[in-house]
């Protein structure tokens, strides 16, 4: 330690320390602009200038060292005058007004000539105009507004290693910008926001509306990890799989998540909505970058990891066994608690058992990650139905209610109590079954054309049916994603969409047809529940069938016990509290109080509720935990093109191929596709690696 | 420090020069430094504005600050080196600097603005041809009498010089020629 002394106080700072952050770490401000704690001091604006040990002339603080016994002095008449000088030159050029700039209340020029009291006016005044720039993807350059401190240039040029920026001149003079006019993807550009990051006034920004989506600062910079449900690191994990760290991108997963290789088949990817490379080309390919890592996570070395506390002998029974029910097991019994998992199927896993298809999730790779949590110590039984959770509730200390939303719903059309009329939930958990399902016949209407819909005819033609897929909505408003869609199309599904439905042809022993109508349009309107249709002319017919089934929603099923023990609302689902039931001790979470969702919001509603359940029995909730400990390098290199990379797909196998079989359509990344993909995300969290730099009124004003 | 600058032969403004000299100075092309280039920038637009009639009182002694200023706290040599040479100029040519901003004239006519424009008695026959030329109207004569141009019409524009076949009409920097102040009649 190196002791010196700053306006009469003594002060310790580090060896080779400039004085500016000796006396900043002291709690002493001197304004500063050009410098940054991340970057290589320059001395380029002199508005941290102090005298030294009494001398006449004034040096800037940021490039000086301390010393042992140096005396320093930042507020000498020189330094000051040279302070105020330097501010008034920079303010001779720069736009007069605040108001209407993106940096106003977060600009350090503003608040460092605010707190100085100085403007311009005493110089000539020229405004150096540059036109605004927002023609790049996510970044805007309003270089009007650069002061040249070089921040941005020195983040980009030796941080980064990207070197795209520099100081260029125009015919206002010079500013950091772009050599040769280029746009940021042809110069190279990485689109890392380290330059908005340490850019001090409004001249580099994120383009407008970016910032605004969410609360949080860092959910703003990386938005894939903000849409997903659970928060997944997502560009760490991204991070591992490129740099051949599998097992690494497992484990960051896993502190979120107890089923990363489901998610990675059928996850429904909000992140990548969310996902910036978006804005540039196409999303990341998220989702199957999470299965890549899963399938060549050889080591497991998370399972080494994590936190198991001591049994606190509290015993938890857990109705259902979805994911949300499984995920809220798993952390309850690491949490200490005694667990059991109460399912009224055969088979554990809820709708990833008993629901999606084989094609979409192979049943093997669902029972790994189910038998992982059995090993860790959750206890399950299986056909095991209840209908009484009041006397369920006297063996346990809590009890969760995930049943999930399990039963079908049918449309009260004519017909619809017919015997060939069945539910998706039905038919799908016969087919997962592999149990014969030629009572359907040879010909099946589905009605509704969701993910439900789709999942029914898509497996129904697999077992050689011919699968008419009907709904109300038009062809473009379809509510199952596109992948459904286009894949559903190829392998020869009927999609019938915009039509309503009048009635079940048949007798109650026989279908014979379903009788339907073409919509033009139709709207919902949420309130009274009702459907007003335009109706095309002429359009009735009878579309011939030997079964119908209904893909129309789904609920808990609750209310067909007489006595559950537990209120509940008109729609069968769980009066709540929270996640408190009107029964002490008694939880609900998953669908069966969210309503149909999709596995990673029925997992993360299995955190939420486990931390309510812990609090209940004496807990603190808490189920943070590191599996793998972070490093990122900031330095990135430059890679050429990158901004055109095209996102990686995994491969389709050929539609006639598939449809003969029950297995995956998609072939899992390769290791050199994995890494191509990989190698596209912006890596958005390493702008957070950068010390936020404080404004004046930041450190408490006390100078 | 630029030697040549301090050397000024008498057809060279200093107020003049030393704009030149900031306007394509290596800092004017640099941006590092706040005094370099801001500096720079700031010798420019101020001897601009003296060599276009628009000085400020404090012009001088705000340049002297500055200038000491930017050969204590410029990044690089060049910064050093232009705030030595400005603060040398300011110097030598005191005079010429204090005759542009109080007097308003340029010695070396080369500043525009301070040039006058004047019809020499000898040689003016009193035709009338330069009043048609004079937009601004600042030609006072009739027939036969000596032209005068009012000065405090005159812009300066010089369109009335090629106007007078006499070639009567010139242009004069600190020295003026004598003539009446109102239209006389001819002499010839
Ligand atoms: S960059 Fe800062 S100082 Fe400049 S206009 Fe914007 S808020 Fe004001
Ligand atoms: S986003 Fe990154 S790579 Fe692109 S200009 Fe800014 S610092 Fe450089
Ligand atoms: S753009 Fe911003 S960071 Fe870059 S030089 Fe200008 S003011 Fe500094
Ligand atoms: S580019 Fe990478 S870090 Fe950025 S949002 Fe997309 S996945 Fe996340
Ligand atoms: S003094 Fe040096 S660093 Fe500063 S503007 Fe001039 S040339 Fe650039």
Redo the contacts with the bound molecule.
């Keep these: 330690m190196i002791k010196l002394t700053i306006d009469g106080k003594t002060v310790e700072a580090r060896e080779g320390q400039s004085v500016l952050h000796a006396a900043l770490d002291a709690g002493i401000y001197i304004p500063h602009l050009c410098d940054h704690p991340d970057l290589e001091a320059k001395g380029g604006c002199r508005l941290c200038s102090v005298s030294i040990n009494g001398d006449a002339a004034a040096v800037p603080s940021c490039t000086t060292i301390v010393e042992e016994g140096m005396v320093v002095n930042t507020k000498s008449e020189a330094a000051e005058a040279v302070r105020r000088t330097s501010m008034e030159l920079m303010l001779a050029t720069h736009p007069s007004e605040c108001t209407g700039c993106p940096k106003f209340g977060k600009c350090e020029l503003q608040s460092l000539y605010q707190v100085m009291g100085v403007n311009g006016e005493d110089w000539r005044l020229k405004p150096r105009i540059v036109p605004t720039d927002e023609k790049n993807p996510l970044?805007s350059h309003l270089f009007t507004r650069c002061v040249r401190c070089g921040r941005?240039i020195r983040?980009?040029q030796d941080k980064?290693g990207?070197k795209?920026?520099d100081y260029v001149r125009d015919a206002s003079g010079i500013h950091a910008g772009?050599p040769e006019g280029k746009s940021?993807i042809d110069?190279?550009?990485?689109?890392?926001?380290?330059?908005?990051e340490v850019c001090p006034t409004g001249s580099?920004v994120d383009a407008v509306g970016l910032m605004e989506k969410y609360p949080s600062y860092a959910d703003n910079v990386v938005p894939c990890s903000a849409e997903c449900p659970a928060h997944i690191d997502i560009p760490a994990y991204i991070r591992a799989i490129r740099e051949g760290r599998p097992g690494d991108a497992v484990a960051i997963i896993r502190e979120k998540v107890p089923f990363p290789l489901v998610l990675g088949h059928i996850c429904n990817h909000l992140c990548e909505t969310g996902c910036k490379r978006g804005n540039i080309n196409d999303p990341m390919g998220i989702r199957n970058l999470k299965r890549y890592a899963v399938e060549h996570d050889e080591e497991q070395a998370w399972k080494a990891k994590g936190f198991m506390k001591e049994r606190t002998g509290k015993r938890v029974a857990v109705v259902g066994s979805g994911p949300c029910g499984l995920t809220a097991a798993y952390y309850l019994n690491k949490l200490g608690h005694d667990v059991t998992v109460l399912e009224k199927r055969p088979q554990l896993g809820g709708p990833m058992t008993s629901g999606i298809p084989a094609y979409r999730l192979p049943l093997e790779d669902v029972m790994e990650e189910i038998q992982y949590i059995l090993d860790s110590g959750v206890k399950a039984e299986v056909n095991c139905t209840v209908t009484d959770v009041a006397a369920l509730k006297k063996d346990y200390d809590a009890v969760l209610v995930a049943v999930g939303v399990s039963k079908g719903k049918k449309l009260p059309l004519p017909g619809a109590d017919f015997k060939q009329v069945y539910t998706a939930m039905d038919v799908l958990a016969d087919n997962r079954a592999n149990k014969d399902m030629s009572y359907l016949g040879d010909t099946v209407c589905v009605i509704g054309a969701g993910s439900v819909g789709y999942d029914v005819a898509r497996s129904l033609v697999r077992k050689g049916m011919t699968v008419n897929l009907a709904c109300l909505e038009q062809a473009d408003k379809i509510l199952a994603d596109m992948d459904d869609q286009t894949e559903g199309a190829e392998e020869g599904i009927n999609l019938l969409p915009g039509r309503s439905f009048e009635a079940i042809e048949g007798t109650p022993d026989k279908v014979t047809g379903l009788r339907i109508h073409t919509v033009l349009s139709s709207t919902y309107d949420r309130a009274t529940g009702k459907v007003t249709e335009v109706v095309e002319e002429g359009s009735q017919t009878v579309v011939p069938c030997d079964s119908v089934v209904f893909a129309t929603g789904q609920h808990t099923g609750l209310q067909e016990f007489d006595n559950f023990g537990i209120e509940l609302n008109e729609r069968g689902f769980p009066v709540l509290d929270g996640f408190n039931t009107s029964m002490d001790g008694v939880f609900a979470a998953g669908d069966a109080i969210t309503g149909i969702s999709f596995v990673i919001k029925a997992i993360q509603q299995g955190r939420l509720v486990t931390a309510a359940i812990d609090r209940y029995l004496g807990g603190d909730g808490e189920i943070a935990e590191t599996l793998c400990e972070r490093s990122a390098d900031p330095h990135i290199g430059r890679i050429e093109g990158f901004g055109k990379l095209e996102r990686v797909e995994q491969t389709l196998r050929a539609a006639d191929e598939r449809v003969k079989d029950e297995l995956d359509v998609y072939h899992t990344y390769s290791c050199d596709q994995a890494k191509c993909e990989a190698e596209r995300c912006l890596q958005c969290d390493l702008r957070l690696q950068f010390t936020p730099v404080k404004l004046w009124s930041e450190y408490g004003g006390a100078n | 420090m630029n030697e040549k600058l301090l050397n000024l032969t008498d057809k060279q403004c200093p107020v003049n020069e030393l704009m030149n000299y900031a306007k394509t100075h290596k800092c004017a092309d640099c941006g590092k430094c706040v005094f370099g280039y801001e500096g720079a920038t700031q010798l420019e637009l101020t001897m601009a504005d003296i060599t276009m009639k628009r000085s400020r009182a404090t012009d001088m002694e705000q340049l002297k600050k500055l200038c000491t200023m930017m050969v204590e706290q410029s990044l690089c040599d060049d910064g050093i080196e232009l705030g030595q040479t400005a603060l040398a100029m300011l110097d030598k040519y005191a005079d010429d600097f204090a005759a542009h901003i109080a007097k308003k004239s340029c010695k070396a006519g080369v500043c525009k603005k301070f040039v006058t424009f004047h019809i020499l008695p000898d040689l003016c026959i009193g035709c009338g041809d330069c009043v048609d030329e004079c937009e601004d109207d600042a030609i006072m004569g009739k027939k036969k009498f000596i032209h005068v141009i009012d000065q405090s019409e005159c812009t300066q524009c010089g369109k009335c010089v090629s106007a007078c076949d006499e070639e009567a009409i010139v242009m004069a920097g600190a020295v003026k020629p004598r003539g009446p102040l109102k239209p006389v009649p001819c002499k010839r």
């Design positions: 970044i941005c983040a980009c980064r990207v795209v920026l772009i940021l110069a190279g550009c990485r689109f890392c926001g380290a330059c908005i580099i």
